[in-house]
């Protein structure tokens, strides 16, 4: 049988590596990915996603305060080396307690989301592109109805660039998978416990769309994005 041509996926950890540290991602694709490559945001990131993770995994009787600090040790790196000290390392998991406490029990997060922690794939046919994206909240706006929907992110890198790239990675993705815009797109900083909101419209998709064209344009090496027409072959990167 004669096999389909490959076609580009991006996918959206190698993303934002990319545009937090070309150096660092072409070791990856050179295949020179090493531990040491690990930063201490990725670090931070992945012990409050876990933790996130299980916070909904639990009953609703069991989720309080006391369970979230617990996944947060659980989770947290030994590793303080890779902090710029051993009073950032306390301060930071410090920090991710008190923030995802905040979020998961004060009313920010949702209290048993449609998808959690989910990577999807979708094909872009205006962009002859497959996305793969990992959804860590999706919720419906009103119960028993998923007319309206909500898509949030928990995330350590919230820079301007950063909060650019999900937003309209995120439109792109959404129209194409559900064939409706979520009524609104939430980025909460791990770091600083505040919300960044974006209420996605039909002019805002326009513009999305021409992000994501010139991100596939700009891609620095096309044949590492190739991949087999459904492909799984995908990792997930908290």
């Known amino acids: 049988m004669e096999q389909l041509p490959a076609i580009l996926r991006v996918e959206d950890y190698k993303l934002e590596e990319l545009l937090r ?10 295949g020179r990915k090493q531990e040491s490559d690990v930063n201490w945001r990725q670090l931070v990131q992945y012990a409050a996603s876990h933790t996130v993770n299980d916070f909904y995994r639990q009953s609703k009787e069991t989720r309080g305060v006391e369970t979230i600090h617990t996944s947060v040790e659980n989770w947290w790196t030994n590793r303080n080396y890779k902090f710029h000290s051993d009073e950032h390392f306390l301060q930071m998991k410090q920090t991710i307690k008190e923030h995802l406490a905040a979020f998961l029990l004060g009313g920010g997060a949702p209290s048993m989301p449609i998808i959690f922690y989910e990577q999807m794939t979708a094909y872009v046919e205006e962009l002859d592109l497959e ?8 919720s419906a ?22 909060l650019n790239l999900y937003f309209h990675m995120t439109s792109v993705f959404c129209m194409s998978a559900f064939e409706k815009l979520p009524d609104r797109i939430e980025v909460f900083s791990l770091l ?17 769309y021409d992000y994501m ?12 994005f190739k991949v087999n027409p459904g492909s799984d072959d995908v990792q997930l990167v908290m």
């Open 213 to 224: 064209f010139l991100v596939k344009s700009l891609l620095p090496d096309v044949d590492f």
């Open 21 to 30: 540290c070309p150096e660092r991602f072409a070791r990856r694709k050179s």
């Open 192 to 208: 600083s416990g505040k919300q960044v909101v974006f209420v996605p419209d039909e002019q805002s998709l326009e513009l999305s």
């Open 141 to 162: 706006e009103q119960e028993a109805s998923l007319d309206h929907y909500i898509v949030q992110k928990l995330a350590v890198d919230t820079d301007e660039d950063a």
């Open 131 to 138: 996305i793969s994206q990992i959804f860590h909240l999706v």
